[in-house]
T-cell receptor, first 113, second 113 residues
Framework: KAGVTQTPRYLIKTRGQQVTLSCSPI?????VSWYQQTPGQGLQFLFE???????NKGNFPGRFSGRQFSNSRSEMNVSTLELGDSALYLC????????????FGDGTRLSIL | AQKVTQAQTEISVVEKEDVTLDCVYE???????LFWYKQPPSGELVFLIR??????QNEISGRYSWNFQKSTSSFNFTITASQVVDSAVYFC??????????FGTGTRLQVFP
């Protein structure tokens, strides 16, 4: 069974640009969550999507947005990039009922110059 | 407020030593779940265990064991006879009936041959 796939693995952008990250969940999983990992703030929850609807949201500015498609694949978008957005962005999927173990992808490492 | 504290930033041991990673959590909910994840250098978070707030039984899986004590709000993780392959960052996490995981800051374990 294929795991969670995130693309691209690495990304370099400059301040002010926008970026879109992609996540394909494990087959059959309907919930996709996104996390940001930085040395200073650790692992922080961004948002969670279930059946194409945002079910939970963390404390991030509106520049961070996401969506989920009918096949459960998800994208995350960050607009007007700032230096502080440099991080490892992790996607996780789970079957959909809450509190199930989440399975993570390898992440997308985003660097802002 | 929900919070997970992993006071040990880094632990170094020699192979075959036993090591315990501490996790203390705070929550006002009576129903919650606790998790441990392992993050090797590749970056992917690997699920290790889930425990709900009503199940205080300790669990053993091979060289891994977990001790959950509601009285002290702790969910500690012990690796018996550590191996070099156990070297990683270990995260404890809490969820309160959502898929939003609240992570601790992690403990970096280095096992030397």
């Amino acid at each position: 069974k294929a795991g969670v796939t995130q693309t691209p693995r690495y990304l370099i952008k400059t301040r002010g640009q926008q970026v879109t990250l992609s996540c394909s969940p494990i087959s059959g999983h309907r919930s996709v969550s996104w996390y940001q990992q930085t040395p200073g703030q650790g692992l922080q929850f961004l948002f969670e999507y279930f059946s194409e609807t945002q079910r939970n949201k963390g404390n991030f500015p509106g520049r961070f947005s996401g969506r989920q498609f009918s096949n459960s694949r998800s994208e995350m978008n960050v607009s007007t990039l700032e230096l502080g957005d440099s991080a490892l962005y992790l996607c996780a999927s789970s079957p959909g009922t809450v509190n199930q173990p989440q399975h993570f992808g390898d992440g997308t490492r985003l660097s802002i110059l | 407020a929900q919070k997970v504290t992993q006071a040990q930033t880094e632990i170094s041991v020699v192979e075959k030593e036993d090591v315990t990673l501490d996790c203390v959590y705070e929550t006002r909910d009576t129903t919650y779940y606790l998790f441990w994840y392992k993050q090797p250098p590749s970056g992917e978070l690997v699920f290790l265990i889930r425990r709900n707030s009503f199940d205080e039984q300790n669990e053993i899986s091979g060289r891994y064991s977990w001790n959950f004590q509601k009285s002290t709000s702790s969910f500690n993780f012990t690796i018996t006879a550590s191996q070099v392959v156990d070297s990683a960052v270990y995260f404890c996490a809490l969820s309160e009936n959502t898929d939003k995981l609240i992570f601790g800051t992690g403990t970096r374990l280095q096992v030397f041959p």
